[in-house]
């Protein structure tokens, strides 16, 4: 199955507004996205770590476990696309509240029938190292993209600006973070 994520983020940010217009209390429960991860399944620098080739930095973090451990949702989704690319390989782009997009990728496989709507904890996939992961130890790609701007997190970085579009996942995740 293979949607549109532009049109399909059009589409459901609609309809995620009127999700959260009509429970406005609809909250943001936290899961770690990979079965049983610890801190040490990460680099610490992972984030915006560099140089990362064409990318010049890495704008997510990488969690290492063996292949087919089970993915699962971070939050509460809607579902926005389920792509096989050259450089995500099986990869899964979704809604969560507060208008942060995830992006899950390098799986091995991606859930059947994943409805349009998941919530927290739902397995989406397999981990595995597909797309320009291939050939490399299998680990999820994840990351966390702002659909508003947040300028206040720009800095002097490689590509700093481009921080006011990426949460760093191991920030967003730390109420979970088991050492
Ligand atoms: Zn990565």
Do not use: C
């Not at 476990?65 to 389920?82: K, L, M, Q, W, Y």
């Not at 992006?103 to 409805?115: P, R, V």
């Amino acid at each position: 199955m293979k949607k549109t994520l532009l049109i399909g983020g059009v589409l459901l940010a609609s309809a995620a507004g009127g999700i959260w217009h009509a429970n406005q209390n609809w909250s943001e429960p936290k899961v770690m996205p990979v079965a049983g991860a610890t801190a040490r399944d990460w680099h610490p620098e992972t984030f915006w770590y560099e140089p990362w080739g064409a990318s010049l930095v890495h704008k997510g973090m990488d969690i290492f476990a063996e292949r087919g451990t089970p993915v699962v949702a971070a939050t509460h989704h809607i579902i926005i696309s389920e792509n096989d690319s050259p450089r995500g390989g099986k990869n899964i782009w979704a809604l969560g509240p507060n208008w942060r997009l995830h992006y899950y990728a390098h799986l091995d496989s991606i859930a059947e029938d994943l409805g349009w709507y998941i919530e927290a904890g739902t397995q989406i996939g397999t981990v595995g190292s597909s797309g320009n992961a291939k050939g490399k130890p299998p680990h999820l790609h994840y990351g966390i993209r702002r659909m508003i701007a947040d300028d206040t997190r720009i800095d002097d970085s490689t590509l700093g600006e481009q921080k006011a579009y990426w949460l760093n996942p191991i920030e967003y995740l730390e109420p979970v973070i088991v050492n």
